[in-house]
């Protein structure tokens, strides 16, 4: 693969109280390589600015302006169809009605505003949080789609020790933190207005978490929900779409209805009044030109992904490019992939997003992952909601990577590894342990780690979440606690590793492909689901036997710095790096280091958030 230069370029955002002059460091920090197309706007004391893919994705932005005020959209509004709305409709409701109007709106966005005749400037992001927008008030006001702005514009930019020690505990942020002093994370779904040096920051949409009774009402609930999700994001592209495949359930769900969309074609006419189907879903229709699906080997490797892959892709009769995933890939784009997400999440959980950039000649326009499983129980399992005696302990039980004792042996400053998770604790407000817990939950495991790690595909095409839907997310977040992931009476509990929710659902949207068997369990998912459980924990046992990376395992990154002469000697000029910052005790880092090498145990949790701070420290401190 050719290499790329590291300049961490994105797409997004950029604006606030600034002159032109500011703005246009603003944006130019966002793209200091002027490698997307950009649009500006300023007037008085505001400005904003935005950095896009242009032609490549028209629907996955939107630039607005009647001379006096300007709004801006990063990613796609995927109802305005069904809503009778264009673009100026929608900043003509934000100026007067922003909460309403927030909430009327579906799909994955930023949307910023500003109006210098009435001293104001709104910022939100959508209700699951995909492109989560970052903010400061030390200064007046800015905003901006990652930390790089931000790092241009302050006068004495400060790195805050509390964001260094999430990334060691959760390999990412949690709840408003960043990497540097005075800039806050926008929770999904909520508002910041600065008006007349005034900032107020408001939730405008809120689920019911109270947890449904499991019915099979509830369940057709849920699968009608996800295909409107679907459908809605279908309707959001145009030209080339591509969806990375593996053989899990959650990218075959995906799969399954987009193709459904791209068979069917346009269902209503662009930005027209949507057309409902016979059960009631409705979405504008796609102009995809082509659906492609892509694959690698990994999650875990040893060729069962890209096999079963193959299946699904040919039962639909799409096309399926496998994609090398290795050092060789990796390497060119490492800094890169770092910088893009701002330091804030760990590099090896980027590793399979950076194959974008080995796609056969240039990616589809938009490229999408499938629905996450986490929506539909696989990553809170029920002991979290039984178990912890607080809020912070089960945040705690289900996030961190790392033990909090051992983030404390690793920092050299004063941080308190659960520091975050306590804000975060003091911030929700639901009247019940278990609606709380899932609550913190849709507030930041999805906008901190799920989707922290979407700006390296948008270095190189357009993206998606097709799951940032009101529809979809209130219907998730009363999923019934049976749906969630169970345990094993076995030692601390053993996780059962599927959830039959994902089963059933996959035998609910097609039943041709719930016949090709499940990655995790190597079952069709028509087989009983006690089966799928018997089957996981085989398949791992005989994967952890042949020393194959695998769930609970051995790590693929960990093997790479292993067995990769140059991968390892590019992560150890890193470690040594960042031995030689004050935030890190050197002897503590050194020891994680040896005892990987020694195969004493897997430790590249650790040493990838250390050396993701050394890249972002590099660029941005040295």
Not at 551 to 580: M, N
Request: one cysteine or more; hydrophobic letters at 40%; charged letters at 25%.
């Amino acid at each position: 693969m050719a290499g790329r230069e590291n300049d961490g370029a994105m797409t997004g955002i950029a604006g606030g109280t600034v002159d032109a002059t500011g703005l246009d460091g603003l944006v130019d920090a966002l793209d200091p390589t002027d490698r997307h197309e950009t649009e500006r706007f300023e007037a008085g004391a505001y400005g904003i600015g935005a950095a896009h893919h242009g032609d490549r994705d028209p629907e996955g932005h939107a630039f607005w302006t009647d001379g006096r005020a300007a709004g801006a959209i990063d990613g796609a509004v995927t109802n305005l169809g069904e809503l009778g709305w264009d673009v100026a409709t929608v900043f003509e409701h934000l100026r007067r009605a922003p909460e309403r109007t927030l909430a009327a709106l579906e799909g994955p966005f930023t949307v910023a505003f500003v109006d210098a005749a009435d001293d104001r400037a709104l910022l939100a992001t959508d209700k699951i949080g995909s492109r989560p927008p970052l903010f400061s008030t030390e200064d007046g006001f800015l905003f901006a789609s990652g930390l790089a702005p931000f790092v241009a514009a302050l006068d004495d930019p400060a790195v805050d020790p509390q964001g260094v020690s999430d990334l060691l505990l959760v390999g990412g942020m949690w709840s408003d933190t960043t990497l540097l002093e005075g800039v806050k994370s926008l929770h999904p779904a909520t508002l910041v207005e600065y008006r007349d040096g005034a900032v107020t920051e408001r939730r405008y949409w809120h689920p019911d978490y109270e947890p449904a009774r499991p019915t099979d009402e509830y369940f057709h609930d849920l699968v009608a929900a996800f295909r409107r999700t679907v459908d809605r994001t279908a309707g959001s592209v145009s030209g080339d779409v591509g969806l990375w495949l593996s053989g899990g359930l959650d990218s075959r769900a995906t799969i399954s209805e987009l193709a459904r969309n791209y068979r069917e074609g346009p269902t209503c006419p662009t930005g027209g009044a949507a057309a409902a189907g016979p059960d009631g879903r409705t979405g504008d229709g796609t102009t995809m030109e082509s659906l492609s699906t892509y694959t690698y080997d990994a999650n875990p490797g040893g060729g069962v992904n890209p096999r079963l892959a193959q299946d699904v892709a040919d039962a639909l009769e799409l096309p399926l490019e496998r994609v090398e995933l290795g050092p060789e890939t990796v390497l060119p784009v490492l800094e890169e992939s770092v910088l893009a997400t701002d330091g804030m999440v760990k590099w090896n959980t980027l590793l399979n997003l950076t194959a974008t950039f080995a796609i056969d000649g240039r990616p589809p326009d938009v490229m999408m992952e499938g629905v996450v499983g986490e929506l539909v129980g696989q990553h809170l399992s029920r002991a979290h909601f039984t178990e912890p005696s607080s809020l912070v302990e089960s945040m705690y039980r289900s996030e961190a990577s790392l033990e909090a004792a051992d983030v404390e042996a690793l920092l050299a400053v004063e941080a308190d590894p659960m520091g975050s998770f306590r804000k975060e604790a003091r911030r929700v407000d639901e009247p019940t342990f278990a609606e709380s817990v899932v609550d913190a939950h849709f507030q930041n495991y999805y906008p901190r780690f799920v989707h922290a790690s979407n700006p390296v595909p948008r270095l190189a095409t357009g993206t998606r979440v097709p799951y940032a839907d009101g529809d979809f997310l209130e219907t998730a977040a009363k999923l019934p606690l049976s749906y969630r992931m169970g345990t094993l009476p076995v030692g601390d509990g053993l996780i059962h590793g599927v959830v039959r929710s994902k089963v059933r659902l996959m035998r609910a949207l097609d039943t041709d492909l719930a016949e090709i068997p499940y990655e995790r369990s190597r079952l069709k998912p028509t087989r009983p689901f006690p089966l799928h459980v018997a089957g996981f924990f085989a398949s791992t046992a005989l994967g952890q036997l042949r020393g194959q990376p695998t769930y609970g395992g051995r790590s693929t990154a960990g093997e790479w710095y292993r067995e990769h002469d140059e991968f390892r000697s590019r992560i150890d000029g890193l470690v040594d790096g960042a031995k030689e910052r004050r935030f890190f005790d050197a002897d503590a880092v050194e020891a994680r280091r040896e005892r990987h090498l020694a195969r004493e145990g897997e430790e590249m949790d650790a040493l990838s958030a250390v050396t993701t701070f050394e890249v972002w420290a590099r660029e941005h401190l040295d």
